[in-house]
């Protein structure tokens, strides 16, 4: 006998995703979900933008890992609140588990920006919906242009993409040209940010960007 | 192992149908997912036949089929099925290379082959 069902595989995860954005709906809560490879400058871009948040917004975050709190021990110096989930061996942060670590921070808080970020992957994040308002692409330019191709699930669906290390741009053959024009192609629309973290530089726009994002909320 | 999230979806949805039909065993498990969908039909299968091991599931073999390329034409606006695998895609309506496409990141269960 053949059964026709034709329903989502992933609909727990989706049902967790909407209570999260209730939630945050409720509180008028941004949350933007960081994505990119080990290495390509997700924690390194969330501290230069909570340097420069500072007194404007509220912010939180949520740290995804497979091991360690090293990330959390490093937003903790910025004076913010942050929870770190391990996830132990799931290689992306699921909705079930990013409503446990609103909660938790949310206990005794508000915040005005949750800032989410992903396990280090480029593959898996982009599939689990978690209930953010904005997934955030990071790419650094020790990467490769090549990536966006490789990985367009993740780069189709970004609502910016932010490229990093910018400094290290020139001994790399990392052409920013073709990656805009490869990005373009799989998004017409989404901004893109050039910048180096740790210097500073391009994080204005980046900045701007995040208030936009904020404004549309409220 | 995205896979493993995967299979506890699909489990719970199996759970669900044999609660509505009559069934003692599964045979197989039709999966739809779209193109770029980074799932593999062998890692799918690998994770199921551990967790289902004992149970009613356990002889059933997942398959995968993929969905149909959508893609957007910014030109003329109209939606179509990519058919052509060249690395420049056009417009099926109106020519235009100013074409996007449209990533389905869904994973569906499409189908159930049941005794």
């Known amino acids: 006998m053949e059964i026709k069902v034709m329903n989502k595989v992933l609909e727990a995860n989706d049902a967790w995703a909407q209570e999260n954005r209730a939630l945050l709906k409720k509180g008028s809560v941004l949350m933007v979900n960081l994505i990119g490879s080990p290495g390509s400058g997700k924690t390194a871009l969330l501290e230069a933008t909570l340097d420069r948040l500072k007194g404007k917004f ?6 995804g890992d497979i091991a360690t709190t090293k990330d959390a021990e490093r937003i903790q110096k910025k004076n913010v609140p942050v929870c770190q989930i391990n996830t132990g061996t799931a290689c992306h942060l699921d909705a079930n588990l990013v409503n446990s670590a609103i909660q938790q921070i949310s206990a005794d808080t508000k915040f005005d920006i949750i800032f989410v970020e992903n396990i280090g992957n480029l593959v898996c994040p982009a599939e689990f919906d ?3 308002r904005a997934k955030i692409a990071v ?8 990536k966006i191709e490789k990985y367009p699930l993740l780069f189709s669906e970004a609502k910016a993409l932010v490229i990093t290390k910018m400094t290290l741009h020139p001994y790399t053959n990392f052409n920013l040209d073709q990656a805009e024009k490869t990005f373009r192609k799989l998004n017409p629309t989404a901004p893109i940010y050039r910048v180096d973290s740790l210097k500073g530089d391009g994080i204005g726009p980046w900045m701007e960007f995040l208030s936009t994002l904020r404004e549309e909320i409220k | 192992m995205h896979e493993v999230s995967i299979v506890e979806g699909l489990i719970s949805l199996v759970e669900k149908q044999k609660k509505l039909h009559q069934f003692s065993r599964v045979l197989e498990i039709k999966v739809a997912c779209g193109t770029y969908n980074c799932v593999s039909e062998e890692t799918l299968n690998f994770c199921f036949q551990t967790v289902s091991k004992g149970t009613y599931m356990e002889k059933a073999v997942i398959k ?6 959508n893609w957007s034409c910014l030109s003329c606006k109209s939606d179509f099925v990519r058919e052509d695998k060249s690395n420049d895609p056009v417009c099926i309506k109106c020519g235009s290379t100013q074409v996007v496409p449209r990533l389905n990141s869904e994973i569906y269960l499409d189908n159930l082959e049941v005794e």
Not at chain 1, 139 to 146: K, N
Not at chain 2, 64 to 69: A, D, K, Q, V, Y
């Open chain 1, 139 to 146: 790419l650094s330019v020790t990467e490769g242009d090549d």
């Open chain 1, 130 to 132: 978690i209930g953010e």
């Open chain 2, 64 to 69: 995968i089929h993929r969905l149909p390329e």
């Open chain 1, 58 to 63: 509220r912010p939180g975050v949520i740290e």
